[in-house]
């Protein structure tokens, strides 16, 4: 049996799968850590702002109360004076609030671009297994040519004589090309070419020395050959 190269492509295809896909689990792994640490490092930092934003609340809501009640009183300068203070204590809330979302939209935008990283890896993971059952299919059927090349040249109607004397292909449409009675090599000058279907025709014979032609194409069906 000759070197196949639909089953070197198919192999090749399958590592550069797995390859990429390796690639892509550990940019994965490295994402997904780099969150975790994101988030324990960023977790006392927003206990303390969700506590600042509190205080700051109750504060500046303190102040508005006292402000109003001063100016219900007539009380104009108090009234003033707390409605100052709790400006300023909206202002710092506001700061919170903006230091909070910003340490909440990091951690956000990390999730959603490992959420992405995660489905390409999914879609990888599909391809390899993809090629994996190809390469499995094709090595099924390059076994069953290799254990019955013999069987199969013989039906398509290759003399007895070359059977132990020829060079069998299985080509990417999964056809079987068979060679024999060449010179010195069974796919030497004037060999003979027969090809070979899965559905059991042969669509190309020509004998040794017989001429290029379109007699040469056909679709009759594999036969047992006469010695």
């Given at each position: ?32 850590n ?30 508005y ?49 490992l ?32 254990r ?5 040249a ?26 024999f ?47």
């Amino acid at each position: 049996m000759a070197r196949n190269f639909e089953l070197n492509r198919l192999r090749h295809l399958l590592m550069d799968a797995r390859y990429s896909k390796e690639l892509q689990k550990r940019r994965v792994c490295g994402l997904y850590n780099k969150l975790q640490t994101q988030r324990e490092e960023s977790k006392p930092s927003i206990e303390y702002l969700n506590e600042e934003h509190d205080k700051a609340y109750a504060k500046m809501h303190e102040a508005y109360d006292l402000s109003e009640a001063a100016y219900a009183r007539g009380d104009k300068r108090k009234g003033l004076k707390y409605s100052k203070k709790g400006r300023r204590k909206e202002a710092i809330l506001a700061n919170i609030i903006e230091a909070r979302r910003k340490l909440t939209v990091d951690l956000k935008n990390m999730g959603t671009n490992l959420a992405e990283e995660k489905a390409i890896l999914d879609q990888l993971n599909m391809v390899v297994n993809k090629a994996r059952c190809d390469f499995r299919d094709w090595m099924g059927i390059l076994n069953f040519v290799i254990r019955n090349q013999s069987e199969i040249a013989y039906n398509a109607g290759v003399p007895v004589k070359y059977l132990d004397n020829m060079k069998v292909e299985l080509h990417a449409d999964k056809s079987v090309h068979i060679l024999f009675g060449g010179d010195n090599v069974p796919w030497g000058d004037e060999h003979a070419h027969y090809v070979v279907h899965q559905d059991g025709f042969v669509s190309y014979d020509r004998d040794p020395d017989e001429s290029h032609g379109a007699h040469n194409f056909n679709t009759r069906v594999a036969k047992k050959a006469s010695s």
